[in-house]
């Protein structure tokens, strides 16, 4: 295990210098500059142009500008232009919070996702099943913005509760157990509106998966030794179903992440995803950078816990 | 049903897929609008109804019998705007596709024919591309070379086209193992014959199927891009820009929200479905247990 382990900590740093080379290379040479409002005043002479753009290493060759800001995004130091705050102090105080509303959905993705799956299943054929079927490819075809909208306007015009940003305003809360439940609020509505495409891909998985381990000879045994339907089902079945669920998890975190910029967006949350959108647009290359390296390391981090995982709950798989 | 080709038995099996062949009729119908209203507005054939006129006097006019899903914040009437944004949708839809399999198929292609270090440097490629979350990049790839149809839709192709380069590749690892591609082979035909004229056209079911589930994607995409200002741009009405200029009015008009969100919506699903029943009418007996 530690073996696999550290090979495979050593494929994921070697990836994260391509996705830094692949990531730097598209958005440096891309036209637009992080100074637009340099070409509209008239008393910015060149010199002062030239003065600026040396001062964040953008006159250098390519090669320095990414040694320059990979270095400085290891080291710590490298500045966002937009305000000279370091990166990493920007990014930190944003990710707790991102990392909340993505935590939650997947649990929520995990927990819905396997049990519509193994209801699926457990009907497979039947109504029941067509109808989970249905539904998650609704879930799936959902544009998320426009569901995030009628969620908002269903929750604060319909019944008047407040799921903006990530507490309630002007609200005095008498203990500690309010204002935990607010909070809790505030992430579970915009969590469950990022959940619903995972929850789809997850009970897909788990229902596929489900019915081939229904069709193995110890569940018949099971059944002809006349154990009840809910053990076979949990007990045995479940637990030799799991596998592909895991995988599925790997996959769901880049899609989180896209999500939460627009869901970040609509429900004012102040995540990494709404500092990408904005970082985007005023071409602000330290943070874009720092954004990137650092959603590829959670993503990687993610997809070697799945492979963990995999290996923990299946002896049969061998990490070599 | 033996002396059936394996064509003749997956049509026949998709016939009988309900679920299937109603969400192909809804896309037909769909794309016999959108083609129509493609072909005005290309030949600048002027259109029954104007989807750009605007009449202030009648502004956020609920739904009712003249205007069917209300006007929008400058009179102009939802429907025909609708209608107007369908053939956006799907070309988005189908020119993202296509673009993303061109892609896929032949880096897959190549990968899995030929295998070795190649295969292994190109999956880690894919691996990594993988870990990109799509929205920021595609939103920072159009924000620099400027928002218009062709740019999203060649940005999308270009970061969507991973799945399918790993489909194809775990298709011909196994289908070049087969006894024709031997024989083949023996015969001295070039590779790119081999690749393309003999094994391509066996792995073409499940390439189709990934085609037909990736246009909702692509549709999907579009639609929050434009719903972040980085898509098709006003005054050209698309179902996701109608929502965008409907979000300032989300309190008072509900309809220039709820009604292209649900046609952006009943079209993902109708592909998915069809791509769904699709998918289980060209398996084979043993995959479809």
């Given at each position: 295990m530690a073996a696999f382990i550290i090979r495979r900590l050593l494929i994921t740093c070697l990836l994260l210098v391509v996705i830094s080379v692949v990531s730097f290379l598209i958005f440096t040479l891309t036209p637009g500059s992080p100074f637009p409002w340099a070409d509209l005043n008239p008393k910015i002479t060149p010199a002062v142009k030239e003065a600026y753009r040396k001062k964040y290493h953008l006159d250098q060759p390519l090669y320095k500008q990414y040694t320059f800001i990979m270095s400085g995004l290891l080291s710590g130091n490298l500045t966002s232009i937009k305000d000279e705050r370091p990166v990493l102090e920007k990014i930190g105080e944003r990710l707790p919070a991102t990392l909340r509303l993505n935590l939650m959905s997947l649990l929520i993705d995990t927990v819905f996702g396997i049990t519509l799956g193994v209801f699926a299943a457990r009907y497979a054929g039947r109504w029941p099943d067509l109808a989970t079927s249905i539904m998650a490819f609704v879930f799936i075809a959902l544009p998320g913005f426009w569901i995030s909208y009628l969620v908002v306007i269903g929750l604060v015009q319909g019944i008047g509760v407040p799921v903006l940003g990530t507490h309630s305003f002007g609200l005095d809360f008498k203990n500690?157990?309010?204002?935990?439940?607010?909070?809790?609020?505030?992430?579970?509505?915009?969590?469950?509106?990022?959940?619903?495409?995972?929850?789809?891909?997850?009970?897909?998985?788990?229902?596929?998966?489900?019915?081939?381990?229904?069709?193995?000879?110890?569940?018949?045994?099971?059944?002809?030794?006349?154990?009840?339907?809910?053990?076979?089902?949990?007990?045995?079945?479940?637990?030799?179903?799991?596998?592909?669920?895991?995988?599925?998890?790997?996959?769901?975190?880049?899609?989180?992440?896209?999500?939460?910029?627009?869901?970040?967006?609509?429900?004012?949350?102040?995540?990494?995803?709404?500092?990408?959108?904005?970082?985007?647009?005023?071409?602000?290359?330290?943070?874009?950078?720092?954004?990137?390296?650092?959603?590829?390391?959670?993503?990687?981090?993610?997809?070697?816990?799945?492979?963990?995982?995999?290996?923990?709950?299946?002896?049969?798989?061998?990490?070599? | 049903?033996?002396?059936?080709?394996?064509?003749?038995?997956?049509?026949?099996?998709?016939?009988?897929?309900?679920?299937?062949?109603?969400?192909?009729?809804?896309?037909?119908?769909?794309?016999?609008?959108?083609i129509l209203f493609a072909i005005c507005s290309i030949a600048h054939i002027p259109f029954p109804t104007d989807p750009n006129k605007t009449n202030l006097q009648i502004k956020l006019v609920p739904p009712n019998f003249t205007h069917w899903l209300g006007t929008d914040n400058l009179g102009r009437d939802v429907f025909t705007r609708m209608l107007h944004g369908s053939y956006i949708s799907l070309t988005v839809g189908f020119v993202a596709v296509f673009v993303s399999l061109a892609i896929g198929v032949v880096v897959g292609a190549i990968s899995g024919y030929l295998g070795g270090w190649l295969d292994n440097l190109v999956m880690r490629i894919v691996d990594a591309l993988m870990c990109f979350p799509t929205l920021p990049l595609v939103l920072t790839i159009v924000a620099y070379l400027g928002p218009s149809i062709w740019n999203v839709v060649i940005v999308i192709?270009?970061?969507?086209?991973?799945?399918?380069?790993?489909?194809?590749?775990?298709?011909?690892?196994?289908?070049?193992?087969?006894?024709?591609?031997?024989?083949?082979?023996?015969?001295?035909?070039?590779?790119?014959?081999?690749?393309?004229?003999?094994?391509?056209?066996?792995?073409?079911?499940?390439?189709?199927?990934?085609?037909?589930?990736?246009?909702?994607?692509?549709?999907?995409?579009?639609?929050?891009?434009?719903?972040?200002?980085?898509?098709?741009?006003?005054?050209?009405?698309?179902?996701?820009?109608?929502?965008?200029?409907?979000?300032?009015?989300?309190?008072?008009?509900?309809?220039?929200?709820?009604?292209?969100?649900?046609?952006?919506?009943?079209?993902?699903?109708?592909?998915?479905?069809?791509?769904?029943?699709?998918?289980?009418?060209?398996?084979?007996?043993?995959?479809?247990?």
């Open positions: 500690g157990f309010q204002v935990a439940l607010d909070k809790f609020w505030h992430v579970l509505v915009p969590a469950t509106v990022l959940a619903l495409g995972g929850i789809a891909a997850q009970s897909r998985y788990m229902r596929g998966s489900m019915i081939e381990t229904l069709g193995e000879e110890y569940i018949r045994t099971a059944r002809a030794k006349g154990l009840p339907d809910h053990l076979v089902l949990y007990k045995h079945a479940f637990k030799n179903s799991i596998r592909p669920l895991i995988t599925g998890l790997g996959y769901l975190l880049p899609a989180l992440i896209s999500g939460s910029v627009i869901v970040e967006t609509i429900f004012a949350y102040p995540g990494i995803g709404r500092l990408a959108y904005d970082a985007v647009l005023e071409r602000d290359y330290p943070l874009i950078m720092a954004f990137n390296f650092i959603t590829a390391v959670l993503i990687l981090i993610g997809n070697l816990i799945a492979d963990v995982l995999y290996a923990l709950v299946d002896p049969r798989v061998r990490l070599e | 049903m033996n002396d059936k080709s394996p064509r003749a038995r997956a049509i026949e099996r998709f016939s009988a897929d309900k679920i299937g062949v109603a969400s192909a009729c809804f896309l037909v119908v769909l794309a016999a609008i959108a192709g270009i970061t969507g086209w991973m799945g399918t380069a790993r489909l194809v590749r775990a298709e011909f690892l196994t289908l070049r193992e087969m006894e024709y591609v031997r024989a083949a082979k023996a015969l001295g035909q070039h590779h790119r014959h081999i690749i393309f004229g003999h094994i391509l056209p066996n792995a073409a079911a499940p390439i189709v199927v990934t085609a037909v589930l990736g246009v909702p994607d692509a549709i999907l995409t579009e639609a929050g891009l434009s719903f972040l200002g980085f898509g098709v741009q006003p005054p050209q009405a698309t179902w996701g820009n109608i929502i965008t200029d409907g979000k300032a009015y989300i309190l008072d008009a509900w309809w220039l929200i709820l009604f292209p969100g649900l046609a952006i919506l009943v079209t993902a699903l109708a592909f998915y479905l069809a791509g769904e029943a699709l998918r289980k009418a060209t398996q084979t007996r043993t995959e479809r247990k």
